[in-house]
């Protein structure tokens, strides 16, 4: 099975930095997805890592260690538009199509 | 170009009914995948399609089941609605199995 952890919250303050743990056990491994979700919006796409290391995109980032099954995503720049729901998710198997979301993390950006 | 398209957005049905939801994937994305989120349990997959053919199905009771069709369009069904149906029905599309999935806007279905 799979078992996908990250917090429940944080609150950070507009221009500031904040980083989102994401700790998983799968049954296989092949990929780790970050998605932002806005209340009543659809989960956008912002990062997909397969091997070890650090992806950037602008302002937000996303890591990966397949040795501790941990992941973060990183945003910098803290602005308002950030607060939503960041949803971490593992595909198992390459032949395993489905993704293992974890239950969310509500970031809220304070001016 | 065109996103996912999931018809309706909402949809209030009774207990014992059933629903059928529907999901038109980006073009040329052949792989369409269904979530229901719930604040309770997240997201939760369903199943998940490609050339027609169903190649992954999650946890969930056989009154909910899909299908694909020849242009990669999928549908959902969901029999003898219960009052715990009550959710967001995600749908996915990718162009293959390596790439990221993007969703729909979804269907919020409420069961009464």
């Known amino acids: 099975g799979q078992n996908i952890d990250q917090p429940t919250e944080m609150t950070a303050t507009e221009g500031a930095i904040v980083q989102i743990n994401c700790t998983y056990q799968?049954?296989?491994?092949?990929?780790l997805f970050w998605y932002q979700q806005h209340a009543g919006e659809a989960p956008t796409f912002l990062s997909y890592?397969?091997?070890?290391g650090l992806e950037e995109k602008g302002r937000f980032s996303s890591f990966l260690s397949r040795s501790k099954g941990y992941s973060y995503l990183l945003l910098k720049e803290l602005q308002m538009k950030d607060s939503a729901s960041y949803l971490c998710?593992?595909?198992?198997?390459?032949?395993?199509?489905?993704?293992?979301f974890g239950a969310g993390t509500t970031v809220t950006v304070r001016a | 170009k065109a996103g996912v398209t999931q018809t309706p957005r909402y949809l209030i049905k009774t207990r014992g009914q059933q629903v059928t939801l529907s999901c038109s994937p980006i073009?040329?994305?052949?792989?369409v995948s269904w979530y229901q989120q719930t604040p309770g349990q997240g997201l939760q997959f369903l199943f998940e399609?490609?050339?027609?053919?169903?190649?992954n199905k999650g946890n969930f009771p056989g009154r909910f089941s899909g299908r694909q069709f020849s242009n990669s369009r999928s549908e959902m069904n969901v029999s003898t609605l219960e009052l715990g149906d009550s959710a967001l029905y995600l749908c996915?599309?990718?162009?293959?199995?390596?790439?990221?999935?993007?969703f729909g806007s979804g269907t919020r279905l409420t069961v009464v």
């Open positions: 996915a599309s990718s162009l293959s199995s390596g790439d990221g999935y993007t």
């Open positions: 799968t049954s296989g491994f092949n990929g």
């Open positions: 890592n397969v091997l070890d």
């Open positions: 998710a593992a595909r198992g198997s390459a032949n395993d199509y489905k993704l293992s």
């Open positions: 073009s040329g994305h052949r792989s």
């Open positions: 399609y490609f050339s027609e053919t169903q190649r």
